[in-house]
């Protein structure tokens, strides 16, 4: 029978497990003290606990972390890390380094199921979900390097790597609690944001749990059947919907939302789009950023040119609405918005 990761056991089916086994209390603290904060890598590494309750423990529960395979470096330091699992599955951690911040762009999938038409990650398909934890250990792995060589910890994470946090959202928020829980890393919700192409089931769900984290859109077109094109997806998700569940998220949270939206070169980035882009931010509080192309080989798009973009730009500007737009990071690394499993295709994972 397959164990159960110990890392996805809630804190209350530890307590049970530990008073059936006739184990002191205080032991639940500790134990978890060393999964969620203390690093634990295997089991072995839980030095207080009594090697007795560490056999139990093994015997009924796995633990699989994950482990650093590769890190590459570029030349503006942004640092690119594929993680390689306990099942030989690869996955995508970024590093982004700059004056005020060091932003962890971490993943929720090995692939991702949704296919979208300018992003190298659709194009690996689907592989499996990862787990609470090894979402978790992306952080921690990744903090020791930022520590090392940027002198500065981990600032602000964005959940926007390879696959769809909504398509995972249970192990998504379990991770998340654990990120930003005072017992554990203690990190502030408000430097959390989480970026979906606009399930909006998993956008209720999320209102729902009150995480406090912020949301992204991936919006990419205002335009329901261009939107279709980039986002096979959307189909299931129009955009009428899509409004009610951002002004659902806003009603519950708060929080003003921010709107992604990827130049491509003659497919979105003409007046039409700004003007339906600007009307779609009508009736919600947003934010826009406007996300400069990386090309990768096998995604059929180009990025939009400077004049164009500052067009674009200018005019959601007029219209009132928070433009910021966002050069890329770590293209020579294929570690930019778009790019992540750009360089690992099926027959090259391990
Ligand atoms: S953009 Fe996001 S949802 Fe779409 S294929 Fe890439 S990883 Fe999946």
Redesign the pocket.
Known sequence: MKKIDIRDLGIADLAKFIEKNGEKGFRVKQIHEWFWNKGARQFDDLKNIPKSLIDKLQEEFSFHALEIQEIQKSSDTTAKFSFISHDKKLTEGVLIPSLKRVTACISTQVG?????S?????KLGFDRNLSAGEIFDQITLMQAYALENYQNPISNIVIMG???PMLNLEACSNAIQKLTSPLYIGMSPKRITLST?GLCDGIYNLADKQLGIELAI?LHSAIQSEREKL?P?AKLNPLSEITDALKYYHQKTNQRITIEYVLLKNVNDQAIHSRTLAEFCKSIPVKVNIIEFNPTEGIPYSKSDDKTRADFANYLESKNLIVNVRKSRGKDIAAAC?QLAGKITKSDRI
């Open positions: 991702c199921p949704l296919g979208c300018f992003c190298a990650t659709g390879m696959g769809e192409v991936s986002i997806t778009g």
